[in-house]
């Protein structure tokens, strides 16, 4: 099983970027999809999480303006940015509770980081 992430790239402030991650191999089931960042020096932290019925949560500091969604079809999970702040600039990963073939419990996923850079 693996998460690839895509979308990462460089955005003028106030611009929009939209990233993607998608789920590769063999599983049963997906639950929750999450996405993080980090910059150098600070810890992980959870920017959108949403479940695999469709609740969402978000950072208080991207209420507003970035939205996440998932296409269960393609077992991917989006998050469109705007409104973009110099401060939003990091490394962004994706996350997901997977179920392999071999068991009904959910293990933690990680997709590869993906750099967005945001410009003043």
């Known amino acids: 099983v693996q998460l690839q992430a895509s979308g990462g790239g460089l955005a003028q402030a106030g611009g929009s970027l939209r990233l993607s991650c998608a789920a590769s191999?063999?599983?049963?089931?997906?639950?929750?999809m999450r996405w993080y960042r980090q910059t150098p020096g600070k810890q992980r932290e959870l920017v959108a999480g949403?479940?695999?019925?469709?609740?969402?949560n978000y950072a208080d500091s991207v209420k507003g303006r970035f939205t996440i969604s998932r296409d269960n079809a393609k077992n991917t999970v989006y998050l469109q940015m705007s409104g973009l702040k110099p401060e939003d600039t990091a490394v962004y990963y994706c996350?997901?509770?997977?179920?392999?073939?071999?068991?009904?419990?959910?293990?933690?996923?990680w997709g590869q980081g993906t750099l967005v850079t945001v410009s003043s």
């Open positions: 996350y997901a509770d997977i179920s392999p073939l071999y068991s009904g419990s959910h293990y933690p996923y």
């Open positions: 949403i479940t695999s019925g469709g609740s969402i």
């Open positions: 191999g063999s599983f049963r089931s997906i639950g929750d």
